[in-house]
């Protein structure tokens, strides 16, 4: 079986940087096709306990993709969420766009 702690860090990094470069405002196609991905990614990711949690989650709580700034705050608080449950600390999503897009201001 995979590793789900390397998938997870892996997989995290592609969808936070992925949200980071979606787009300011994206057409209703882009959303949509956003929608189809995540709800795809959700019942595909090779880690059956974490996307079933996902799914679970997503049920209450369904991706906001409106805006980039809307996915990457949708996205971080669902990370949150599995931080929460794995005892990890929990993320600043004000920081994202410094871990995921810009790097740190000097
Ligand atoms: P990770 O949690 O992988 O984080 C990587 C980096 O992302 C961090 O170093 C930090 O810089 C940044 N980061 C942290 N939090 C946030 C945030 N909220 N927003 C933006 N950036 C952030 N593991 C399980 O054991 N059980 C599960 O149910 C489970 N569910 C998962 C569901 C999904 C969708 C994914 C992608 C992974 C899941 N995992 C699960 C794996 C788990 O989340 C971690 O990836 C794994 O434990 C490795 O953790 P890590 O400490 O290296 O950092």
Redesign the pocket.
């Known amino acids: 079986p995979p590793d789900?702690?390397q998938?997870?860090?892996s997989?995290?990094?592609f969808?936070?940087t992925m949200a980071a470069y979606y787009p300011e405002v994206p057409s209703y196609a882009q959303q949509r096709s956003m929608k189809t991905f995540l709800s795809a990614f959700s019942q595909f990711?090779p880690?059956n306990?974490?996307?079933e949690?996902?799914r679970e989650e997503m049920k209450s709580k369904p991706p906001k993709v409106e805006s980039r700034w809307a996915l990457g705050k949708w996205?971080?608080?669902?990370?949150?969420i599995?931080?929460e449950?794995?005892g990890?600390d929990?993320?600043d999503?004000s920081k994202?766009d410094e871990?995921?897009r810009d790097g740190p201001k000097d």
């Open positions: 789900v702690e998938l997870g860090r997989t995290w990094t969808l936070h990711y880690c306990i974490c996307a949690h996902l996205l971080c608080e669902m990370h949150n599995v931080n449950t794995l990890k929990i993320f999503c994202i871990r995921w």
